[in-house]
């Protein structure tokens, strides 16, 4: 079956340090990857997309790269700052119909 | 156009009562989607919408589960017969046909069954 794992521990890192996030996905060939940032309470937010062809992609302090041989996806964010703490999601079109099926997930914490 | 909005942002019902949520996507977007998510669950997906045709239901939208949007404008999910189960947060997105825009979601709403 087609499965999307995102790391289900929080991930606690200091103010100022790069955070890395992974998605791993299997069974499946992507033509693209989302990336969504959710706080409590509230719907998540898009933050990137990158396509099977494109090997990284920037935008202000975030990073993600895409590699689909490995079927990983790696969300970069440097120069972490408590305002980032929050839950990080992966999301694929699995379907071929262009819904995206998401990740569960993972929990960032910014310390000061 | 404030973006996504739903209606309501929280709802406590009975067992067995049936409930309605609606949604208002940005103007401009042609797909409207729903999607259920549970406490520490990334959002799952249960049925979209191309315009006013419903494109794609998930098997998680069992025949209790409704979704309309006349018109193409605004949509309407209904739950019959709820269950505790049916417990979560009730997620609303719209966006354009081109996926690089990514969804645009609404706050939810939290649909508590006692």
Known sequence: S??????SEALNIQEGKTATLTCNYTNYSPAYLQWYRQDPGRGPVFLLLIRENEKEKRKERLKVTFDTTL???LFHIT???PADSATYLCALDMS??????FGKGTMLLVSP | DTGVSQDPRHKITKRGQNVTFRCDPISEHNRLYWYRQTLGQGPEFLTYFQNEAQLEKSRLLSDRFSAERPKGSFSTLEIQRTEQGDSAMYLCASSFSNEAYGYTFGSGTRLTVV
């Open chain 1, 2 to 7: 087609q499965k999307i794992e995102q790391n």
């Open chain 1, 71 to 73: 079927k990983q996806s």
């Open chain 1, 79 to 81: 120069a972490s700052q």
């Open chain 1, 96 to 101: 071929g119909y262009s819904t995206l099926t």
